[in-house]
T-cell receptor
Framework: GEDVEQSLFLSVREGDSSVINCTYT??????LYWYKQEPGAGLQLLTY?????DMKQDQRLTVLLNKKDKHLSLRIADTQTGDSAIYFC????????????FGKGTSLLVTP | DTAVSQTPKYLVTQMGNDKSIKCEQN?????MYWYKQDSKKFLKIMFS???????INETVPNRFSPKSPDKAHLNLHINSLELGDSAVYFC?????????????FGEGSRLTVL
């Protein structure tokens, strides 16, 4: 996670939007990913974006990529209590070969 | 019909013992991985195999030895366990090496070394 940074915690109220931010350092990043980990479970791929795109929307999820600033965000609209989990940003680049490079994860807590 | 299954889910053992974790995927994927998640939830790749061939072997002690008898299985054997090996070990698979970012994870095996 040293090349991929995320804030550790985020708390939102049910129904509000959540925005989870991520920054990365490698300008050769090709794909950027968001994974979700619920307690006691493995990671689940939520969405990904190719580095030549700046936005991708998938139902309640919107991914924004600012390649110049190396900044990625995940917006969850109408956040529900079931969205409480750890969200990991990850990237692949020419230096990492075939390995995903994960951030340390952002714990999202959704309160009623 | 679990896509990526690993056993055991929990493992508690003494320092110095040898243990194995097994992983199987029924997705027909070519590539399998072992990731380690520490107590702070940091995830780091350990190994990856593509069609039974070792592709990635990160800086992992020699006490860790992966074995892939076929492309649907990737087992992890750990010798002479140390306290610092306590972690959750995740097996994952991807359709191919080119799709190594689109991973399907198992539920994890929590190893506790006493």
């Amino acid at each position: 996670g040293e090349d991929v940074e995320q804030s550790l915690f985020l708390s939102v109220r049910e129904g509000d939007s959540s925005v989870i931010n991520c920054t990365y350092t490698d300008s050769s990043s090709t794909y950027l990913y968001w994974y979700k980990q619920e307690p006691g479970a493995g990671l689940q791929l939520l969405t990904y974006i190719f580095s030549n795109m700046d936005m991708k929307q998938d139902q309640r999820l919107t991914v924004l990529l600012n390649k110049k600033d190396k900044h990625l965000s995940l917006r969850i609209a109408d956040t529900q209590t079931g969205d409480s989990a750890i969200y990991f940003c990850a990237e692949t680049n020419s230096n990492s070969g075939y390995a995903l490079n994960f951030g340390k994860g952002t714990s999202l807590l959704v309160t009623p | 019909d679990t896509a990526v299954s690993q056993t055991p889910k929990y493992l508690v053992t003494q320092m110095g013992n040898d243990k194995s974790i097994k992983c199987e995927q029924n997705l027909g994927h070519d590539t399998m991985y072992w990731y380690k998640q520490d107590s702070k939830k940091f995830l780091k790749i350990m190994f990856s195999y593509n069609n039974k061939e070792l592709i990635i072997n990160e800086t992992v002690p020699n006490r860790f030895s992966p074995k892939s008898p076929d492309k649907a299985h990737l087992n992890l054997h750990i010798n002479s366990l140390e306290l610092g090996d306590s972690a959750v070990y995740f097996c994952a698979s991807s359709q191919s090496l080119a799709l190594s970012g689109e991973l399907f994870f198992g539920e994890g095996s929590r190893l506790t070394v006493l």
